[in-house]
């Protein structure tokens, strides 16, 4: 079987988890040049769809995801990447994952404290 | 804060996972529609991009998804939904997860065994 990239426009989604606590930690997107540098780099390396290129996630923080396995799905339009995860944090918001929020009583609420300070760690950076 | 619909067509992805075990079970998507339906009923609903409508996951095969805890990511745009997989299996095809085949020096490859027989579960039916 081959990723099917064509279902979305080039791309298929990404689901990141942590393989040590089994933790998802965020969801990405990558289209076939993004797989490809992830395979050859074993960094996680996404395409960004608000920016409309590539990005190696921990470009700028440090907080690289290391890939330690890679499933897909029965449609082939999804992946699953399991990663060690350097550093703290996966989100920019300064949290372990970018799933910080739960749900409770219709509300939308932080569930957890920040992991890292994002304003040390991305200064002025978008 | 609330939910991002309008990023990707008026949908957001939803990772499942499974509550007791922590493995991802599989990705879906859900429209707004899906979203109250899976908040209204406690089991997760999704929308079909393939078919064009709404389903309830395990409608035919009663595998439902019982909805024990609902996360957002930071940009709004992903929920991931913990459940009780009522049910030997998720996928379609048998398996436990749909995320059963693995990278395997550049195959995929599938890496477990089926949970229980689809053409017995579904039948005809697609």
Redesign the interface.
Known sequence: ?NLDFA??DGLV?A?I?DYAS???L??GYMNEEAFRKT?ETGCATFYS?SRGKLWVKGETSGHRLMVK???????GD?L?VRVEALGPGV???G?QS??????DH?K?RI?EARAYDPSAVYGGKP
Chains 1, 2 share one sequence.
């Open positions: 079987m279902k979305a989604t689901v988890q089994g933790r998802v965020m969801v395979l769809r396995e890679i499933s897909t799905d029965c449609d999804a699953l989100c920019h918001e949290y970018c799933f910080f929020r739960k749900l219709g939308w569930a």
